[in-house]
């Protein structure tokens, strides 16, 4: 089934342009890999993908409107002066708090799950925001660089949940300078 | 929205700086002006009232200078867009708040001072209740101004929004005065309430939109 | 088409600078400090004027997205300021001959004032973002919750005091006396003509530094 369907979409900044004419579509069930150089324009494609950002021209369809997306960007919205805990506490209700704290176990931050947030190692801060994605259970995935700044082992495991995750139906569209291990389709930007 | 309002003071009981800060500045303010003139010359009860609204509106200021900063550097106004896919409700909850947390205290303590300095005690319901008013108005255009200016700094979020704020401060002498001489104060206090509830309604959309503006 | 309005502006200010300075009579009240009206009372009419201007041009930016819109308010806002400051300035002068003092605080000098500012935020939240398309719609709702708050600030400082003399032209009719009323009018007009080509000539400016990556611009200049 067809989740997404973007034509010919364009967009510029301050009257320049940052890619043109870019056609693709996302089904059920599909990566999308996103590729270019820095300064391309990923991370921007991406949030008119999730609707932040209204392309200069062109259009994005959603097939589905209320398609429940998870997204980690740069910003990785981690609270510093809360605790781990706390964090995911504000993140995930009553029912999904269970799953969180478990993959909080499985990323090795046990040990470090009451300090403040901004004491924590970037790499520490990065995996404790995968949790937002690795936690929930949306119909698409949305991830802007998401093996920047993790560990060997961290990476790996990455790229396994998100194979099964493909497997099991979901979406996955995200950025990467690292090729994934994984299959999927690749959309090269060119400026 | 209840989830909204629960995040949000919870937040911002976490940041003590946040709450309790702009109660200490409003004391520090209405100690220090005393100190700057000869109290034996001056009658100091004729015009403490106006220092205090004068304090008052640099205290709102403060108070709502972090208001959006934080959660648009780190990426939580992002987030709360792809959930909502808008900010009025996450707005309005932080206005109520702040209101809460901060501006009910600070009127407080403003209304406090005044009686300490000469006003009449019986006055304190009214004082309180217009520095109340006074501070919902107070907060919703200084967070417009924060939010127009956003990660850019106090400065230009003052230099946008008090010229918005100086009817209220118009309005809060013309309440004042109604208290000193003892007539017309509920029509004051009817057509300040009104203002309120309309400047509650209305702020919020605008302020999201700026917000909006921000993270595209 | 600028630089003919540009004369013609200029040359109709001249006409009723000159009638308005050196032939008019003098007010039998004010004497000759009265003359200043003719900078005055112009600068003041477009102070206001251009805000509601860029408030119009800032709904079309806002709900139409019209980016020309948003180029508008952008290059008259730094002629409102100068034409907010004269208004300002040539009252200060006025005010020593007939209320023996330069300010007064005052409903309309305040209002002015404050409108003046006004300006001068807007200028200045404009240049503190580098994606001027950001810049520009946060510029434009700066002007819309601007131009709701004129009046207010207007009637709220009217509330709590006034000095100034009531405004010498209004819907009604006019205090004036028709030998100074011409030359007056004709000021006006002079002035609104010259502003207008200031307009027209510094928004020539900013669009073409704007759009300077298209192609349209590189053919143009």
Redesign the interface.
Known sequence: MQLISAQNISYS?????LFHNLSFNVNTGEGLYIKGSNGSGKSTLLRIILGITLPSKGKIHFCNEDLAISYLGHKNAIKSYLSPIQNLELIFNQSGRALAFEWLHKLGLKNVQDELTGNLSFGQQKKLALIRVLASSPKMIVLDEPFVGLDYATNNLLNNFLEEKLREDMSIIFTSHIQPTFECKTLEIER | MLRLIRTESFKLSRKLKSWLGPQLILVLVLIAFPLSIDISQYDLDKFYFSIIVISLMMTAFISTEGMFEEDFEDGSLEQEFLLEQDFYKIVLSKMLIYVFFIGIPIALIGSLFLITNGADFDDLPKVFSILCLSNILLFNLFS?GNA??IN?GAM?GV??S???A??VI??L??AVRTIQYGEGFFSIIILMSGISLIVLAIMPI?IS??LK??I? | MYPYLLFIGITTLMIGWIWGVLYAPEDFQQGNSYRIIFLHVPASIFAQTIYYFMSICALMH?VWRVKLAAYLIKSAAPIGAMITFIALFSGSIWGIPTWGTWWQWDARITSTL?LF??Y???L??HG??S????AD??MS??VI??VV?LP??K???D??STLHQPASISTSGSSIDPSMLMPLLISIVGLGFTLISLGILSSRLYILN?????KWVLEHV
Do not use: C, Q, Y
């Open positions: 900044i301050n009257e320049k342009k | 417009f127009l200016s850019k230009l230099l946008t008090l010229p918005l100086l009817p118009i309005l002498g013309r605008v939109a700026a503006t921000h595209d | 806002i404050i500012i006004m001068l935020g807007i200045t939240l503190s973002f994606n001027l398309e950001k719609r946060l709702i700066l919750v601007g708050n207010i600030i009637k709220s400082v509330w709590w704007r759009e300077k990556n298209k």
